[in-house]
């Protein structure tokens, strides 16, 4: 028990591969960027792809932006694409994973910026919910769902 070395790897390594193999990328109880990177070193270390079945490629759960609300206390919040004041009973609260599962809103992004590069880096590493309003979440949902980005996503 003593061994903090060894305890770290099991940490690093066998924890986020053992909850991916015990269900996937449909989990909550680690961080998307951490099931993606246990993904990534299983897959270079022995050369074996992984592809998660697709019941289990990531969480089916929806958010509602009535519940953000009620946890901050807060009435109001900022779209995270327009910057506009959003009021109840307005709003939508999308999950990390509805960014990765809509790979032309990415381009759509990063097309929409000078710095393409940093804006890569912070979608990639950003799993927080987006708050959009009614018009932005429209705009969003338009973009089709691509599930095979995620089956492929440590491809790239």
């Not at 690093?12 to 449909?26: E, M, R, T, V």
């Not at 994973?97 to 790979?103: G, K, N, Q, T």
């Amino acid at each position: 028990m003593r061994e903090t070395d060894a305890w770290e790897y099991v940490v690093s390594d066998y924890a986020p591969l053992a909850k991916l193999i015990y269900a996937g990328q449909n989990m909550r109880l680690m961080l998307g960027p951490e099931l993606l990177a246990a993904r990534v070193r299983l897959q270079q270390q022995t050369g074996v792809k992984i592809v998660p079945d697709p019941a289990f490629m990531h969480p089916q759960q929806t958010h509602d932006a009535a519940f953000w609300r009620y946890i901050t206390g807060r009435d109001s919040f900022r779209c995270d694409l327009s910057s506009e004041t959003v009021n109840p009973p307005e709003g939508t609260m999308l999950d990390a994973w509805d960014l990765r599962l809509r790979p032309d809103v990415r381009r759509a992004l990063l097309g929409s910026v000078d710095d393409q590069r940093r804006m890569a880096f912070t979608l990639w590493r950003d799993w927080s919910p987006w708050l959009l309003s009614d018009e932005y979440r429209d705009y969003f949902m338009s973009f089709p769902v691509d599930t095979s980005q995620m089956r492929d996503a440590v491809d790239d």
